[in-house]
């Protein structure tokens, strides 16, 4: 079965979002997990999808315009992630949304329809965020892997990566790598 691979940009107290509605400490959002390579589908919750698809197509279209998110103009990393996104399918759990820009952009009603996709024969797959979407599936046990990258800053006010999480999960540590700037990357099996 393929895995689902879970990746998140966390403070040290497990903030993924300040007050205005973004990571303002990321100042890249190209892959940062090394996922890219073993994927060929990336699944998203219907709350981040519609700025994804605004802040990748805005790089595909004008790859040297600031993007909104950071402020700056995209990363080396960002180029070849825009290229990834455009190539990639990408499934979107939402029971509201009903259409999107890209052509290999298509929906997922309910958490079968995940356990679905995992069955179905391919690489992994990348789940990209954001919380809610993340924290349900693990409740679920529809995640295999959680890779975090954690960045050294108390970020105070803001929305939990866990916040809606009920259920009570040990995880096994398969890798910790430093990284540069003061971030740590974690890697977590999920039995
Ligand atoms: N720090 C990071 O690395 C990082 C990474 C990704 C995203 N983000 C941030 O995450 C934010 C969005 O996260 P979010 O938590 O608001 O939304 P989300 O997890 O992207 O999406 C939640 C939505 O997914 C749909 N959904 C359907 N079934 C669900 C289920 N069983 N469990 C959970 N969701 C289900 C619902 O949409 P319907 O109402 O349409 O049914 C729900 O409102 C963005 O602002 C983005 O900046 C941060």
């Given at each position: 079965m393929r895995k689902l691979i879970a990746g998140m940009k966390v403070s040290i107290d497990g903030k993924m979002e300040g007050p205005e509605g973004t990571a303002d400490w990321v100042e890249d959002w190209s892959d940062g997990y090394g996922v890219m390579a073993q994927v060929d589908a990336c699944l998203l919750g219907g709350g981040m999808y519609p700025g994804y698809e605004q802040y990748w197509t805005a790089i595909q279209q004008d790859p040297n315009t600031p993007v909104w998110i950071t402020g700056n103009p995209p990363t080396p990393a960002e180029h070849e992630y825009a290229r990834f996104v455009a190539r990639t399918p990408h499934y979107v759990l939402s029971s509201t949304l009903t259409s999107a820009l890209w052509p290999k952009t298509s929906f997922v009603r309910t958490l079968e329809d995940v356990a679905a996709l995992k069955r179905q024969p391919g690489k992994d797959i990348y789940l990209i965020g954001g919380a809610r979407i993340t924290a349900s599936l693990i409740d679920a046990g529809l995640v295999d892997e959680l890779r975090l990258i954690?960045?050294?800053?108390?970020?105070?006010?803001?929305?939990?990566?866990?916040?809606?999480?009920?259920r009570r999960r040990g995880l096994e540590l398969l890798k910790v790598e430093q990284l540069q700037g003061g971030r740590v990357g974690l890697v977590y099996g999920i039995a």
């Open positions: 954690v960045y050294p800053l108390v970020a105070g006010v803001g929305k939990a990566l866990f916040a809606t999480t009920e």
